[in-house]
């Protein structure tokens, strides 16, 4: 008998065992989608694995029927979602949901392709022009460049259907119904560019990564290693990238690039698309259903072997993967924050060596975890120290904004001086600025000067933001907003006070400071509404804005050739997050943004405003040092027994009742023990103590072995489960909190 085990959408973590009937023996195979009856309901399910025997102890209900053509995951992503399920404690049937995009879930029993007429000229119709009419003469001229859409064809040259009808009968032309490709580049020309001559620092980083495509194609070796690049900004990643890809492309295999969302604009797609042409799909949020149904498709059959996207392009069914690049691998966009809460990063290195792939990490900031990894030899290590052509590293300036506040009166200017300068030495040579500030809004308070009343948001442990262009107050954790009251809700004092600098005051205090300058702001706010993304980028390009003030947005990836200054407005404002990153998250991000001035023939100047001129963060990203920064902050994980050098697992708690919450923490925390090889902190609330009207407490764990936190904490929530109304979110590798 042969046995599948399958996991459905009501699987709740598990799979049941089905038999399959002879007839679908070659169609139930891992990976594929099959129907089995369910109680009395008949699901569709994903076949896990098959055996020759079951455990359970009745006799088994039967497999009737499964999705026709190519099973929907190969057999090592269904590996990679049984170790994925097991390693972040994530119920299996939301492990294979994020490897499937929905459109392609619901539609492999169902035809989702897009399909549409064409019409062409019949073979031999050149012989019976003859007896044609002049009308039928002059449509088959315009087919002779070959078929045409129909419905376009006949609007574009006011052809009725009826003669088309006609024509067809007469054996003139073809009409034929045909699958169209939904593109989600259409209608976008890109030239193709040819490979630049490798610098001598680009010829060994990619000797690297071949060598590791070597080692993953040679079968039987030991796993392949991961290799990690680190090459300063501009100094020539992409295009080693790019030339690892072609390698592996040359050798009929394919490949993965992932990259952060953000930094997914049409300029980074146009950079694999000019390489590759019509191989690479784009995977991102931003496509239609049909245009993602279509892609994958284009993958799975085997027609696109590059595939470009965010996180979720990981798991691509790329046919022959060879490689997987992971740019920016620092970023924590990598982690999605829900269940399975995953590392594209770190999966990625897991589907490498089970489908014994190379895997290429890349960044000028890598993550502690990774370098770390590198320097202990179990990643191979590439540097790029330079950069690609002959330009030289941005100059950097620290301002000391307390000195600035003394100079002004005691309080703290937007600007500091030598900023405002080199603003305006930069409009007076025509060259552009990028100015970041990472918060968006007008004043991220709004507090009243005799209660000290501060608006907060009802069901969110957070202060408004005010944001000034449509005179509310936001919150920034549930998007809740409210008009801004004229006097204080608390004692009707009509002082209210506006605390604290956002993006949007920036842009104020700019057009005031440099009176004509072209200035616009790209942040969420503006990002979600008014003017796209690419809109405001394709502008500044052009050199349509003179200034560009942002968040975190603009840091990542940009290049442009005439930004010669970039401004860091305050430095300090993520040192404070209670974040043990946190200060490996301030230099990623300043570094980042020292990145983006002088990237084209003039040199750069980089002005970083701060509070704290004397933080490592602030001090080794002034000099670009990440390997000083990297040393000390090791030092410190390693005293202090944090990533790297353990792994930290957070738990968060979640619950209307404040108060049942918090027991519950406790009770799991008591769950779990003190005695064994892990720390366990005491429960805290999370550093958002209350978020769209829940109460939320964390708990962390630390421990050098990741599978014994797992079980500890299976363990403790098995022991002791959840009362109703409180909720648990295991973060495996937590990210962000703590
Ligand atoms: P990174 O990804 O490290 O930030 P990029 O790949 O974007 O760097 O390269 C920075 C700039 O240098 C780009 O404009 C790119 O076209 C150019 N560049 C990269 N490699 C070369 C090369 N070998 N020869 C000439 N120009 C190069
Ligand atoms: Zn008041
Ligand atoms: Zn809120």
Redesign the pocket.
């Known amino acids: 008998m042969t046995v599948a085990q399958v996991a459905t959408d009501v699987a709740a973590g598990r799979t049941f065992d089905y038999e399959v009937p002879p007839g679908l023996e070659a169609a139930a195979v891992p990976g594929a989608m099959v129907r089995v009856p369910f109680g009395a309901r008949v699901l569709d399910g994903l076949v896990l694995g098959v055996s020759d025997a079951t455990a359970w102890p009745k006799p088994l209900r039967k497999v009737i029927g499964a999705a026709p053509g190519e099973p929907p995951l190969t057999p090592p992503l269904v590996e990679l979602a049984k170790w994925m399920s097991r390693y972040y404690l994530a119920p299996i049937e939301l492990c294979l949901r994020s490897m499937l995009p929905p459109v392609v879930r619901d539609g492999v029993e169902k035809d989702a392709f897009a399909r549409a007429l064409v019409v062409r000229a019949a073979p031999g119709a050149d012989a019976r022009a003859a007896e044609a009419t002049e009308r039928q003469r002059e449509i088959l001229a315009r087919l002779a460049g070959g078929e045409e859409l129909l419905a376009g064809f006949c609007r574009a040259w006011r052809v009725s259907p009826q003669t088309i009808r006609t024509m067809q009968a007469r054996g003139l032309v073809e009409v034929e119904e045909k699958v169209r490709r939904r593109d989600p580049l259409a209608g976008r020309r890109i030239a193709r560019s040819a490979p ?4 001598a620092e ?1 010829e060994t980083a990619l000797a690297a990564a071949v060598a590791a495509i070597d080692e993953a194609a040679a079968p039987g070796g030991p796993p392949p290693r991961p290799v990690l690049l680190r ?9 080693v990238y790019l030339r690892a890809m072609a390698e592996v492309l040359a050798r009929g295999g394919g490949a993965i690039v992932l990259v952060p969302e953000i930094s997914l604009t049409p300029q980074t797609i146009r950079r694999f698309v000019a390489r590759f042409g019509s191989v690479v799909a784009v995977v991102h949020s931003r496509l239609g259903a049909g245009e993602r149904h279509d892609e994958w498709h284009r993958i799975r059959s085997g027609e696109a072997r590059v595939v470009v996207g965010p996180r979720s392009a990981l798991f691509a069914p790329v046919r022959k993967l060879g490689l997987v690049v992971v ?1 920016e691998e620092h970023e924590p966009s990598y982690k999605q924050d829900e269940t399975p809460r995953y590392n594209a990063r770190d999966v990625a290195v897991m589907r490498g060596r089970l489908e014994r792939c190379a895997v290429l990490l ?1 960044s ?1 900031t890598p993550s502690l975890e990774s370098w770390h990894n590198a320097k202990t030899g179990k990643y191979a290590l590439a540097e ?1 120290a330079h ?3 002959d330009m030289e590293m941005p100059r950097v300036t620290v301002v000391d904004m307390r000195e600035e506040a003394l100079r002004n009166e005691g309080r703290m200017p937007v600007f500091s001086e030598p900023l405002v300068r080199a603003v305006r030495r930069r409009l007076a040579d025509g060259e552009q600025t990028m100015l970041l500030l990472n918060r968006r809004g007008f004043a991220p308070t709004v507090a009243c000067e005799d209660c000290g009343h501060v608006e907060t948001c009802g069901d969110c442990s957070v202060g408004m933001t005010l944001h000034a262009a449509d005179s509310v107050l936001r919150c920034h954790v549930c998007g809740a907003w409210r008009p801004v009251p004229s006097r204080c809700p608390e004692c009707g004092s009509a002082n209210l006070r506006r605390g604290g600098v956002g993006t949007q005051r920036v842009e104020d205090v700019a057009r005031r400071l440099f009176p004509g300058a072209r200035i616009a702001r790209m942040d969420l706010d503006v990002t979600t509404r008014k003017r796209s993304h690419e809109e405001i980028l394709s502008d500044f390009r052009a050199g349509r804005t003179d200034i560009l003030v942002g968040t975190q947005m603009i840091a990542k ?1 940009l ?1 442009f ?1 005439n930004v010669t200054l970039a401004g860091v407005l305050a430095a300090d404002s993520g040192l404070a997050m209670p974040d043990f990153r946190a200060a490996e998250r301030t230099f990623q991000l300043l570094a980042q943004m020292a ?1 983006r001035a002088g ?1 084209g023939a003039k040199p750069g100047d980089v002005v970083i405003q701060t509070l704290s001129p004397g933080h490592p963060a602030v001090v080794h990203a002034a000099t670009e040092d990440f390997a000083g920064f990297a040393e000390r902050e090791l030092e410190e994980r390693r005293q202090l027994a944090y990533p790297p050098f353990s792994h930290l697992d957070c738990v968060t708690f979640r619950g209307e009742d404040r108060a049942a919450a918090e027991a519950y923490a406790a009770r799991f925390a008591a769950a779990i023990g003190r005695e064994g090889d892990w720390r366990l902190g005491s429960p805290v609330p999370a550093a958002i103590e209350k978020a769209k009207g829940l109460w939320r407490f964390q708990v962390a764990l630390r421990g050098p072995r990741p599978a014994l936190l797992n079980s500890r904490i299976a363990a403790a929530l098995a022991a002791c489960p959840p009362p109703r109304g409180v909720s648990v979110a295991v973060d495996i590798d937590a990210v962000g909190a703590l």
């Open positions: 630049p001559p490798l610098t680009q090459g300063v900004t501009a100094s020539g990643k992409t295009e740019d890349g000028a790029m950069r690609a052509v990836g290049d050739p990145g990237r």
